[in-house]
């Protein structure tokens, strides 16, 4: 069984600096993996996806991540993060071929000081 | 507009009193699934369906059940609720795993939050 590791529960940092939120994960071969946005009280966002090719991926926001298959990592990044970015951001990992076993990790709250 | 919705968003309820969290989507989805959230735990999947009459169990399915009568909508049983069920409730939605990559793109409803005294 596949499983998502965030080994950061809680981060801060100040607004106009750079952000990197870690995600390994644990799966027999490439799996299909996901950022998502989870801003307070709302549902849950997807930031961006990855499925293959290109091992660096765009997403919404100015986010971007990067799948290093000899890691198994899927790091989030963002050069200057706003202060609108506060959030809390999970990691999540589907076997290619279904979408029925989607498994997050627990994870990380960002916290932007000004 | 396509979205997800779930009703009742707040819930506070008594043991052992039945109740349903209803959910539905407009986007002609066939696969749902719902999830709980908790501190430090994430999301975990507690059923999924894979298109009308077809569920499956997720990661902790215990003390909970579903159908799937209708494509639209995927409503989530609590016959006996406990204390232990007091969590965050999630639906989500997407199309079938056999179409083209974005159909892992699975779009979440509101929450619904959920307290057992």
């Known amino acids: 069984a596949q499983s998502v590791t965030q080994p950061d529960i809680h981060i801060t940092v100040s607004e106009g600096a750079s952000l990197e939120l870690r995600c390994n994960y644990s799966?027999?071969?490439?799996?299909?993996l996901f950022w998502y946005v989870q801003s307070p009280g709302q549902g849950l966002q997807l930031l961006l996806k990855?499925?293959?090719?290109?091992?660096l991926v765009q997403g919404i926001k100015g986010f971007e991540a990067e799948f290093k298959r000899s890691q198994s990592s899927f790091n989030l990044r963002k050069p200057s993060v706003h202060w609108s970015d506060a959030a809390e951001y999970f990691c999540?990992?589907?076997?290619?071929?279904?979408?029925?076993?989607?498994?997050f990790g627990t994870g990380t709250r960002l916290q932007v000081t000004l | 507009e396509a979205q997800v919705t779930q009703n009742p968003r707040y819930l506070i309820t008594v043991t052992g009193k039945k109740l349903t969290v209803t959910c539905s989507q407009n986007?002609?989805?066939?696969?749902m699934s719902w999830y709980r959230q908790d501190p430090g735990l994430g999301l975990r999947q507690i059923y999924y369906?894979?298109?009308?009459?077809?569920?499956d169990k997720g990661d902790v399915p215990e003390g909970y059940k579903v159908s799937r009568k209708e494509k639209r909508n995927f409503p989530l049983i609590l016959e006996s609720p406990s204390p232990n069920q007091t969590s965050l409730y999630f639906c989500?939605?997407?199309?079938?795993?056999?179409?083209?990559?974005?159909?892992?793109?699975?779009?979440f409803g509101p929450g619904t939050r959920l307290t057992v005294t």
């Open positions: 989500a939605s997407s199309l079938r795993s056999n179409r083209a990559p974005r159909s892992y793109e699975q779009y």
């Open positions: 799966y027999g071969a490439t799996p299909y």
């Open positions: 990855y499925f293959s090719g290109d091992t």
């Open positions: 999540a990992v589907a076997p290619t071929g279904t979408a029925s076993k989607l498994t």
């Open positions: 986007m002609n989805h066939e696969y």
């Open positions: 369906s894979m298109n009308v009459e077809v569920t």
